[in-house]
């Protein structure tokens, strides 16, 4: 059975940076002088203020900063990644894939999308078309009454961006919330949602290393809205598993005992090996 | 430009199997005595004739039966798996998957839920409630006019089957074509689409080694229409790529250079370098 | 643009009631002895407390209680009808429909399907199978995040219900909640959301005349957590209306003044009467 | 039972115009000197060939040129209609609804989205913001598998077209397949799928009588693929309809006698009559 949500709760959000433009790039520490984490943790604290208890966690932490104990107790995590993609150790991707599919929300931004982490929840390249040449950008709303899409106008106007366009190969989503135009004329499924096991995904493309989108009022409202849809409905943490169940008791599940049961193998081995006691040219099936 | 599917075309079709029950378990040699592999190819040949051309693939053949000659002419691959799915080598179902990213369908059966292939697709649990204890099973059709429920009535009945239930760690199906339900009580969405890159994707939860379900005629018109279903509506098979284009110019995509230009990066080094060179002590952030 | 709701904002909710059967059958009237209506009042009241503001109106009320007045205000309308649907006038119809385009919640429950206002909504026929003879109905959770379905065991057991069973004639939903089986072996797609307009709308099966579910408290608590859900993430009330917009302006709609200037059409009947007045007999096409 | 649709069967298809702009408007009589109806049914015949055989049906033609007879056997229909949508009658409006629901399909184009039959069949407004200034229309693909996008570039480039943006007050789509942009910066969901009843739906929103769309080879070959999309994948045409099932006959259902029976309704009656005669001052609830 599900419990509901505490009212009232703070929702502990860790905002996750790669954090390498920044020291690479004087361009971009010039956006971002304090990181791009930490522009975006200040616009969800300056929008949801108590509800929420926002920390970072970078690329260079130990274990990226998402120890099993960190995860364990958050409940959103956001993940901007882009030039180092491949140094997330795999065993962090799995770890924060299990929590995912055990409920906690995840918020997958910009350049994100070609993650480990979100390619393996999605299961498809996660591939798109992109220039980066000061396009500007509209994001339109196509799902009006959705919680993620208040308080925002119609359209958001940003006057640079990447873009980024269509075709996007990620699975159906499960709501398409927005969809940007950008100058050159490219269109992009720029805001959907995900569920994969308990857990809640939404990906929001507006947002680049080489212009001020984490700074823009009406980003930083979507990305805050995005953080409270995404924080699970109950308390309990579980990962979906496979649970046998006897006629006529639904509430009890009995752990997997494999597929073939020990005697059949046992049996199954003795026979082929008196067979090729038998026969050593035999030249039949084998298990 | 996609090129239309040439009229008549013989889709090549490989049917998969794990071959392992019916080599340890007299019982399901009894009830699959070619193999429930060559039972569902009888199927599709059957029902499609001289539409399809259908062979068998094994888990024991070199490379499991899919090298990559195989898979660059397979229209649609269905897979039956089970009690050896951790058998199955990485490196085939990352062939596999690349292959319906670019356009292969693929039909996983049963207990196929858990096997490599599909968890990877699904970047979910996939996992399940079960019982094997002689339910009957009810297919029940909820997207009438969806080609693969044609031909079959409502309710399909199968007098003795595994019990598969909810909830099913799958994510939200582009469409859900079939519900069942068991004499025990239980429900399962037993019939539902995803598309992942450019490829099709039925499964279909009928179908068990202890029951002779691959015999029944509905299981079989489902199974058949599904490969028509899932057969790739172009000639062409290719994977989603991440591509730049210059502005105004739509068709011609460009390769990916790296995140971060090489002159930037070699600059921010050199400068690292000069300041460390300056002062040992300072503590600031490193790239 | 679009505001925020109000943090703590009391809901205004209406159950509306046929009030048919309780007035007609003794047994309707032992078992829901104060009306339907009443009984699913008391379980909004009892589990959201002072978080709603809940009132009845019923099809004998001068209006059917639900004037322009009554709906300007109301967030969440829950709607129970069986009997007597088509004497549920047309313009209250079309009313309730257009405040749920404009925002409205609409909750309808059980024999509601057929109602004027689902089917107006839906653009279907709602039809369904039924039997009405005690079968035990098993509501199983298909969507375990979504916060409609907190707080109930998986699965919610009814002893004994109305059989609602496949084909439901339902648009697609915009997500799947719930799958109900029945004893007799029917399937039935349970509990379903649709956006329409800028409205959210539930619709949830359990519940009958004849049998006691308005009393079970896990039928109490969805219908508790969907008047939740559906109440507008806005403050604001408005119909989607059709405008003009000039190029570069995104937030100035113009209204419509029509397909075809009135200096077209004046100059095409003047054109047409001096053709008519050269040649009477002209039988050329007419506008 | 559903019967397969029969291979090489010629498909029947109802072009339906209004025709009253190409009367009018001597601009567009210039675009489309046959007719908008001709030029689409031309696109049709071209692609299709001896698969489909084609007629046109007008606003002026008696019962709009869609009799019980004509709709029968039309496989699909296709509906472009703007200035004189209040012309169409009701009853030929349920009527194709009423075709639509038991399989026939139906492809809306353009301005049909405000059209009688499409917003019954909706349920929502289908309202648009709009702007006829000669943009630029790109219609890029999203789901590039799909049998509807096959055989056109990526993006189809209209050099001139009426302006249809965000937000377009429709349901979810069962399918997203285009999405166009506007040299203004607007975007439209501009191809969508919609299922109701055992009918499919395509919506594609280019083309317009003030520019030369359907004349287009990319946008004649979408409304081609569409209409062999929305044959029916059955020979068999049924609406829905509510139908009663014994416990374990799945198979026969019975028709409906109302929701309470004579015998109650008489003897509540009775009942009532009997009370009111002995106190003709009591004031319960009426029937």
């Known amino acids: ?19 390498r433009h920044e020291q690479i790039e004087p361009h971009v520490a010039a956006l971002y002088p304090d990181g791009m984490h930490n522009t ?42 882009h030039a180092a993609h491949d140094e997330v150790s ?9 929590h995912v599919l055990s409920g906690m929300g995840l918020i997958v931004l910009h350049s994100g999308h070609w993650s480990k982490i979100f390619t393996t929840l999605m299961g498809t390249t996660c591939t798109l078309r992109w220039r980066s040449e000061h396009d500007r950008e509209l994001v339109w709303t196509v799902n009006p009454s959705h919680p993620i899409a208040q308080g925002v106008p119609h359209p958001i106007e940003i006057p640079e961006q990447e873009m980024y366009g269509e075709q996007f190969d990620v699975p159906t989503p499960d709501e398409l919330i927005f969809i940007s135009s950008f100058s050159g004329g490219e269109v992009f499924r720029s805001g959907m949602t995900f569920t994969r096991g308990n857990g809640k995904i939404f990906y929001f493309s507006p947002g680049d290393q080489d212009f001020p989108v984490y700074h823009h009022p009406d980003i930083r409202r979507v990305i805050a809205n995005s ?9 309990r943490r579980e990962i979906p598993v496979l649970l046998r169940y006897d006629t006529d008791d639904f509430f009890t599940g009995h752990g997997y005992d494999g597929p073939i049961s020990a005697e059949a193998v046992g049996a199954a081995l ?18």
């Open 270 to 287: 003795d026979a082929k090996s008196d067979a090729a006691a038998e026969a050593a040219t035999t030249s039949g099936p084998t298990a």
């Open 90 to 98: 795999d065993e962090v991707v799995l770890r924060v894939q299990r």
């Open 1 to 19: 059975m599900y419990t509901t949500k505490a009212a009232g709760r703070t929702l502990n959000v860790v905002v996750w940076g790669e954090n």
């Open 227 to 235: 953080v409270e849809w995404a924080a699970s409905a109950t308390t």
């Open 40 to 81: 975006i943790k200040n616009g969800i604290d300056a929008l949801l203020g108590d509800r929420v208890s926002v920390t970072t966690a970078l690329l260079d932490d130990p274990e990226h900063g998402l120890s099993e104990e960190v995860l364990a107790t958050t409940d959103v995590l956001t993940w901007w990644g």
